[in-house]
């Protein structure tokens, strides 16, 4: 059997270290960068070696480029050839109105959550694609369903910016269709993670559930689960798709 080599940004919490974990449980020898935290990193290493599994935990930040490149490096020498990339690290910033706003805040959340992914995924394709020599894999990006919401009164910026990965899932996935790779996003609704903190609310998920048809917040594993399903050979035929995995909002 070929082996399984998954690639995850931002893996030392929330919804990256349950990718992390459950691709692990699955087969995969997973490389996941951390920006800074490397005791959460180095627990997250733990529970899988300690599982039986296989990982390596990288310090870098995706708004650099030659961390970017690091990472890569790491993994291949580690690992091997690559065969999925899951772009998860993402930020957003304090909940406000668009007249707060400035340009600086605008340009961090697009250095990190758009240039960050789509330097991962060149790398990615550069790796993957059968026009380079490579054996084909399997890229999948985390948006959020703020790209089709909108994110009004709270953040559009970061909602502009998660429009902008499907979009770009969806013409990177046209682009290598023909070269073995499969690109796909999962957008999440409201899931329990730290990232809401950053938000300037800790608690939004249980204010916001009521609007959930499901009337509850998603866990980390839930969103895992689509995007192993979507690395997976399973999803053979399912290319520049956006899976919601919202409760059904
Ligand atoms: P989180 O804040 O717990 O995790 C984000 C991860 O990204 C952290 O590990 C963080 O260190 C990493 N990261 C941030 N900036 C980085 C950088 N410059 N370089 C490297 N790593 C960086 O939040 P989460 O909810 O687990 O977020 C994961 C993804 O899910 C993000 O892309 C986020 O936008 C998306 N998302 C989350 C929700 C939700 O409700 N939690 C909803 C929709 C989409």
């Known amino acids: 059997m070929e082996a399984k ?8 919490r929330g919804i990256g270290s349950a990718i992390a974990e459950l691709a692990a449980a699955e087969g ?19 529970r899988i070696v300690g599982n039986g599994g296989q990982a390596l935990a ?4 995706v708004a650099v480029e030659d961390d970017i490149l690091r990472l890569f490096e790491a993994s291949d020498r580690r690992f091997g050839p690559l065969t ?9 910033e304090k909940q406000m109105r668009v007249e707060q706003m400035d340009a600086a805040r605008m340009q961090r959340i697009f250095t990190t959550n758009v240039v960050g992914s789509f330097l991962c995924a060149r790398e990615a394709v550069r790796r993957m694609s059968t026009a380079h020599g490579g054996k084909g894999g399997a890229i999948v990006n985390i948006s959020s369903i703020a790209a089709r919401a909108g994110g009004p009164g709270e953040y559009v910026d970061y909602a502009a910016s998660k429009g902008a990965i499907d979009t770009l899932t969806v013409g990177l996935a046209k682009e290598v269709a023909t070269e073995g790779i499969r690109v796909n996003g999962v957008r999440p609704g409201v899931i329990y993670t730290d990232i809401h903190a950053s938000g300037g609310e800790p608690g939004r998920v249980d204010r916001v559930k009521v609007n959930v048809p499901m009337q509850r917040g998603g866990q980390p594993q839930e ?24 409760g059904g909002r």
């Open 5 to 12: 080599i998954m690639l995850i940004t931002g893996g030392s």
């Open 28 to 46: 995969y020898a997973v490389c996941f960068s951390y920006k800074s935290n490397r005791e959460a990193a180095d627990a997250v290493v733990e």
């Open 223 to 246: 969103i895992a689960e689509a995007v192993l399903w979507l690395a997976s050979g399973k999803a053979s035929y399912v290319t520049g798709t956006l899976i919601d995995v919202t």
């Open 58 to 61: 990288v310090q870098a930040d």
């Open 84 to 92: 999925v990339l899951v772009n998860n690290a993402g930020i957003l």
